[in-house]
């Protein structure tokens, strides 16, 4: 092979490669150096196969770069490399400045990535600013007599006072960063919760609007509904919405005085018959009710049916994300079961991930069907946390000698039934059994 055959093959490999690109292979040198016809024209081929080699190289490195792969090597020797390796430092250099920004160091500065480098810095300057007033901004309320909390756009927490601790029970690093309204700001004062689309502080919160109510009520940690008196102003900086200002006071004593004692009473028995964290049935007054509607049932003659459900593999989420997220997963199974069910029917929390719900008027065979039904819309949820959420139900009906106890006994048989049957699933008692 002579200097025009080979020169000829590489140019026909570049040309390709101009017009598809390198793919998946790269440059693949198109020739054996051993087979030239003298020793200049090979020694030309060894040194243009090698500067393929390194342009291959290249390639791969620059790709693995452009993916986030910093700890990606190239040999030393890779002279198209060079710059990319001084880029590699760099972004090195500077993930490990962003983690220290991320732990509270704002002495960071960034003077090697051209406009990038006024970015950061920018950046850098505006925490700083911000920084600096939420310090003034918690000079100032830690003396006021007012519950305050700051939140963004999007409700979450920022900032808390000591008197809002004090008031609602819950510690600034209990809240920090979670939502307002899955947590003080979800119920009306009767323990029901607020619509999907929320209330008129959700919506000034989001809109930037002032928004005042002197009949509020926030849940306190220790799950009392603790009528209160609320302002919010927005906080515009720059002509752009930042977040939230929320003042409140408690107005329990002014509430006594103004509602009656029948008003009052009637709130501390929907209270005590609540569970504090979902806002449905608790598992006393569940009982209660188990008891009427068993005694209803046989009184009339009619069918009745027991649903028991619980969150699959619910430990698993409690240990990858923490008690709070898994307090976050029950309220949103509990809305969902809540509404889905039908109006007749009653529906509570057992204890931990178990729920119970009575279907009045229900056959075993009807039972299995709502039971079904509610399996689905568990499973076709998205959950507050990035996994699937699902759950196992069991369904047993009311039979002639049924007490509380040996129904529930049973249900909850059923329900062991479909966990051990693979989860996500309804099992019903053995009609025969």
Not at 78 to 98: C, D, G, V
Not at 127 to 142: P, W
Not at 164 to 185: C, D, P, W
Request: hydrophobic residues 40%.
């Amino acid at each position: 092979m002579d200097s025009t055959q080979a020169l000829k093959a590489i140019g026909s490999c570049l040309a390709l490669a101009m017009e598809r690109g390198l793919g998946k292979n790269g440059l693949v040198f198109p020739v054996e150096c051993k087979d030239a016809a003298d020793d200049t024209c090979r020694n030309f081929c060894k040194n243009l196969e090698q500067i393929f080699a390194q342009m291959n190289e290249t390639y791969r490195f620059a790709e693995a770069l452009a993916n986030g792969e910093l700890k990606t090597e190239v040999s030393r020797s890779n002279i198209f490399a060079m710059p990319l390796k001084a880029l590699q430092a760099s972004l090195r250099h500077l993930t490990w400045q962003t983690n220290q920004v991320a732990d509270g160091d704002l002495s960071q500065q960034v003077d090697f990535l051209g406009e990038f480098s006024l970015s950061f810095n920018h950046m850098i300057a505006s925490l700083r600013d911000k920084e600096s007033l939420e310090q003034r901004l918690k000079t100032i309320t830690d003396v006021l007599g007012e519950g305050v909390y700051l939140v963004d756009t999007e409700g979450r927490l920022i900032f808390a006072n000591p008197e809002a601790e004090r008031l609602l029970g819950y510690s600034f690093q209990e809240m920090a960063g979670k939502m307002v309204f899955n947590t003080i700001h979800k119920q009306f004062a009767d323990g029901t919760f607020f619509p999907p689309e929320g209330t008129q502080l959700v919506s000034a919160i989001h809109n930037g609007q002032v928004y005042n109510n002197d009949d509020c009520v926030f849940a306190c940690k220790s799950g009392r509904l603790m009528p209160v008196s609320l302002a919010c102003r927005p906080v515009i900086t720059g002509g752009k919405l930042e977040g939230t200002v929320i003042a409140f006071h408690d107005i329990t004593e002014q509430k006594k005085y103004q509602e009656s004692l029948q008003t009052i009473n009637a709130l501390l028995e929907k209270q005590a018959s609540t569970d504090a964290l979902t806002g449905i049935y608790n598992r006393l007054e569940f009982s209660k009710l188990l008891t009427l509607e068993i005694s209803r049932a046989r009184r009339y003659q009619s069918s009745m049916t027991i649903i028991m459900f619980d969150i699959d593999k619910f430990k698993e989420i409690n240990d990858a994300y923490g008690h709070q997220t898994g307090d976050s997963v029950l309220i949103d199974m509990a809305r969902v079961v809540n509404a889905n069910v039908r109006t007749t029917d009653i529906f509570a929390r057992w204890g931990g991930e178990e729920f119970m719900v009575i279907a009045p008027g229900c056959a075993l065979d009807q039972g299995i069907q709502l039971a079904e039904m509610l399996r689905l819309r568990v499973a076709q949820t998205t959950f507050s946390v990035p996994r699937e959420v699902t759950a196992s139900f069991g369904v047993a009906a009311l039979r002639r000698d049924d007490t509380e106890i040996s129904l529930t006994n049973r249900v909850d048989h059923a329900l062991y039934q479909a966990k051990a049957n693979g989860r996500n699933r309804v099992e019903a008692e053995d009609a025969d059994a």
